[in-house]
T-cell receptor, first 114, second 113 residues
Framework: EAAVTQSPRSKVAVTGGKVTLSCHQTNNHDYMYWYRQDTGHGLRLIHYSYVADSTEKGDIPDGYKASRPSQENFSLILELASLSQTAVYFC?????????????FGPGTRLTVL | SQLAEENPWALSVHEGESVTVNCSYKTSITALQWYRQKSGEGPAQLILIRSNEREKRNGRLRATLDTSSQSSSLSITATRCEDTAVYFCATDKRGSALGRLHFGAGTQLIVIP
C-alpha cells in the first residue's frame, strides 16, 4: 500500500530559528508536494517537485525552501521561522491516472513557532 | 481567490441520513477530485471524476459533475459516525503544471449518533 511518512509529527520552534520538515514516500511516485493547512484556508501549496534535484514554487513559497535529494525524500526548510508559519504541514506524492493525478498525503506535522 | 469552493461551510446530520456537499470551481478542468480528512490525519481521495463524466459512484458515495455550471456535488447515503470529517473538492487546471491541484477550504460534516 502507498505510504507517505513525515517527521517530526510535531515540533515547537523559536522565532528566527531554522526548521526542517522531512517527508519520505515508498510509492515510487515522481511528484511530491508540500502544503500548509490553516483553519479556514484549506490546503495551500508551498513547493512541489517533479523529479529529484529539482523543485518548483507553489502558491505561497515566501519564507520556505524545499529540497528533493532523491525520489523518495522531500524536505521543507524554514530558514528563519516566524510566528505566521505556525500551521499544520502536509506532504503528498502523486500518481498519474491517465492525465489526472491522485495525491497521497502523509499524516502531517504540527509546527508551533513561539 | 480560490479556484474551488465547497458549501456549506459546515453541516450536521443524524446517522443514517443522507447528505450532500457542493463544490463550485472557476477554471477549465480535466478532472475534479473529492477528498476526506478525518481529525488528525491527512486527506485521502474518495472519488476522481473526469470532465467527460457526469456521475461517479464509490460505495455509499456519489459524485456528480456539471461542467457547464462549473459545479460538482458529493452525496453520502446512510451516513455513519465515521463519516465525520472535512470534505474537500480539488481541481486541476487545464494548461497548468501537471499534478497540481487546487483545494477548497472544505466542508466540516458532523454525523450525530
Amino acid at each position: 500500500e502507498a505510504a507517505v511518512t513525515q517527521s517530526p509529527r510535531s515540533k515547537v520552534a523559536v522565532t528566527g530559528g531554522k526548521v526542517t520538515l522531512s517527508c519520505h514516500q515508498t510509492n515510487n511516485h515522481d511528484y511530491m508536494y508540500w502544503y500548509r493547512q490553516d483553519t479556514g484556508h484549506g490546503l495551500r501549496l508551498i513547493h512541489y517537485s517533479y523529479v529529484a534535484d529539482s523543485t518548483e514554487k507553489g502558491d505561497i513559497p515566501d519564507g520556505y525552501k524545499a529540497s528533493r535529494p532523491s525520489q523518495e525524500n522531500f524536505s521543507l526548510i524554514l530558514e528563519l521561522a516566524s510566528l505566521s508559519q505556525t500551521a499544520v504541514y502536509f506532504c503528498a506524492s502523486s500518481v498519474d491516472w491517465g492525465g489526472s493525478y491522485e495525491q497521497y498525503f502523509g499524516p502531517g506535522t504540527r509546527l508551533t513557532v513561539l | 481567490s480560490q479556484l474551488a469552493e465547497e458549501n456549506p461551510w459546515a453541516l450536521s446530520v443524524h446517522e443514517g441520513e443522507s447528505v450532500t456537499v457542493n463544490c463550485s470551481y472557476k477554471t477549465s478542468i480535466t478532472a475534479l477530485q473529492w477528498y476526506r480528512q478525518k481529525s488528525g490525519e491527512g486527506p485521502a481521495q474518495l472519488i476522481l471524476i473526469r470532465s467527460n463524466e457526469r456521475e461517479k459512484r464509490n460505495g455509499r458515495l456519489r459524485a456528480t459533475l456539471d461542467t457547464s455550471s462549473q459545479s460538482s456535488s458529493l452525496s453520502i447515503t446512510a451516513t455513519r459516525c465515521e463519516d465525520t470529517a472535512v470534505y474537500f473538492c480539488a481541481t486541476d487546471k487545464r494548461g497548468s503544471a501537471l499534478g497540481r491541484l487546487h483545494f477548497g477550504a472544505g466542508t466540516q460534516l458532523i454525523v450525530i449518533p
